[in-house]
T-cell receptor, first 115, second 114 residues
Framework: AQSVAQPEDQVNVAEGNPLTVKCTYS??????LFWYVQYPNRGLQFLLK??????LVKGSYGFEAEFNKSQTSFHLKKPSALVSDSALYFC?????????????FGKGTRLSVIA | KAGVTQTPRYLIKTRGQQVTLSCSPI?????VSWYQQTPGQGLQFLFE???????NKGNFPGRFSGRQFSNSRSEMNVSTLELGDSALYLC?????????????FGPGTRLTVL
């Protein structure tokens, strides 16, 4: 069965500093990996995805993520955090070779960027 | 293109009642998935519909049901509401089922059970 772990419930970072939100996954085959962001009282917004190819994926709002197959990780990063990046971030995985399985989400990491 | 819409945005019900939530996907999207979001559990998958057929079902009791219409709009129903059903219910649409395409989420319906 596929699963996602976001080991940190909360990440605090000062504005202008680099940020990292961690995600590890478990699938039996090859993964599709996604990052979503949720602002208060809103649905989830897609940030970026890894399907295949380059391990470094660039997405919306200056975010990027690096796929590391040996460490089964897909950490979300941004070189310089903004206060407006404060939100709830979700990592999600789908197993490429397990047929029509649903997307599985982590429990989310709350990012707080302090001015 | 209009985004995913969900109605109503807020609902207050009492235990034992039933509720129906509606989701209209992005035009052209034929797959609709439903999720329950609670602070402690994150996003829990409820079910997915594609072309009016349920493709996947999560680990929820039979009180939770859904359907999809020929225009791809979807409804989910929760019968005999319990306090623990209080949550944000999100629906998401994508063009096809099981694809690598990202899902597009609606704003959610906030259900409060008293």
């Amino acid at each position: 069965a596929q699963s996602v772990a976001q080991p940190e419930d909360q990440v605090n970072v000062a504005e202008g500093n680099p940020l990292t939100v961690k995600c590890t996954y478990s699938v039996s085959g090859n993964p599709y990996l996604f990052w979503y962001v949720q602002y208060p009282n809103r649905g989830l917004q897609f940030l970026l995805k890894y399907i295949t190819g380059d391990n470094l994926v660039k997405g919306s709002y200056g975010f990027e993520a690096e796929f590391n197959k040996s460490q089964t990780s897909f950490h979300l990063k941004k070189p310089s955090a903004l206060v407006s990046d404060s939100a709830l971030y979700f990592c999600a995985v789908r197993d490429l070779y397990s047929g029509n399985t649903p997307l599985v989400f982590g429990k989310g990491t709350r990012l707080s960027v302090i001015a | 293109k209009a985004g995913v819409t969900q109605t109503p945005r807020y609902l207050i019900k009492t235990r034992g009642q039933q509720v129906t939530l509606s989701c209209s996907p992005i035009s052209g999207h034929r797959s609709v998935s439903w999720y329950q979001q609670t602070p402690g559990q994150g996003l829990q998958f409820l079910f997915e519909y594609f072309s009016e057929t349920q493709r996947n079902k999560g680990n929820f009791p039979g009180r939770f049901s859904g359907r999809q219409f020929s225009n791809s709009r979807s409804e989910m129903n929760v019968s005999t509401l319990e306090l623990g059903d209080s949550a944000l219910y999100l629906c998401a649409s994508t063009e096809t089922s099981g694809s690598p395409n990202e899902q597009f989420f609606g704003p959610g319906t906030r259900l409060t059970v008293l």
